[in-house]
């Protein structure tokens, strides 16, 4: 097996595992767990972990970053405004409408950096940028109203919640770019998660949580901590030292496919056509940037 092919398939495999992560949510949601004690037992119980292994792999930055005040003071921004909001409004999505549903509406995220970058840099978009901003918008609107004006097709908490998914994924994204670049992403969000797991620790409702010891709901445990947050996280990190960053990204678009499965395999969700045309529109548009990205490179030589 070549370099490339495993680096893909590490990509491949991470994206199908976070997909598997949101339907694990969205049971445990169905079984007892609210959205923010769930938030707070996988930011614990992952932080401490990718911790763990980030200490073991460069013991020097993991001594070195408790020194560095600067650092630390943007981890906590990071982990409370990036981590902390991101994770809690998609599991909110989840519980409001579906894993798939809510997973194809934080790929939204793309769309709006793009918008932002436009705005901030004061540069028009370009004829491709411009159609995948339509077909974001389309999609969306097909999701949320299944092609009727006069009505939703989800309760509008679960649309509102669920473009604001979107948004605090852009704040996870942009958030700590200069951070990662300083001390790498295993040791910046393993601190981040575990900072905000800790300061939502008193009012998650995760101490009082009545914990039932069932086989499925360890499964799903497993589901959302081990195999869609631990696992999928390194495994992606992985893939992304031999693919690059741009084309991971490009590859791990299968989340929202993945979630949608699960969803439909696990849950017994029930998608409508307008709802898988809209996701599929939704995803054309992420692909189109992905893709104008990854072009881009190639000509500047990076690829």
Known sequence: ???????????????????LSGTSGQYLMVHGFSALSLTNVRLLLAGLSLMGVAYFSNPLSFRLIWKD???????????????????????????ETNAGTATVLQYLCPVGILAYTCIKDKVAPTVSEI??????????????????LNQLSMTPKGLLIGLFSAFTYSLYILLPIDLIKKWGSMLVIGIGM???????????????????????????LIGIIVIGTIFAYTLFLKGTTIVGPVKSSLLASIEP??????????????????????????????????????WIQKKKGIL
């Open 1 to 19: 097996m070549s370099k490339m092919l495993k680096g893909t398939i590490y990509t491949l495999v991470a994206g199908i595992a976070w997909g």
């Open 194 to 220: 575990t900072i905000s797991s800790v300061f939502l620790l008193p009012f998650s409702g995760l101490m009082q949580h009545q914990w039932l010891f069932r086989l499925d709901i360890l499964l799903a």
């Open 257 to 294: 496919i993945s979630a949608v499965f699960f969803a439909f395999l696990i849950m017994r969700e029930h998608f409508y056509i307008l709802d898988i045309v809209g996701m599929a529109m939704i995803l054309m548009a992420v692909l189109l940037i992905s893709l104008k990205d990854l």
């Open 131 to 148: 159609f995948s901003m339509i077909l974001a918008v389309g999609g969306t609107f097909l999701i949320a109203t299944h092609g009727q």
């Open 69 to 95: 005040k600067q650092s630390l003071t943007l981890i906590l921004i990071f982990a409370l405004f990036g981590l902390f909001l991101n994770q809690y409004a998609y599991l909110e999505a989840i519980h």
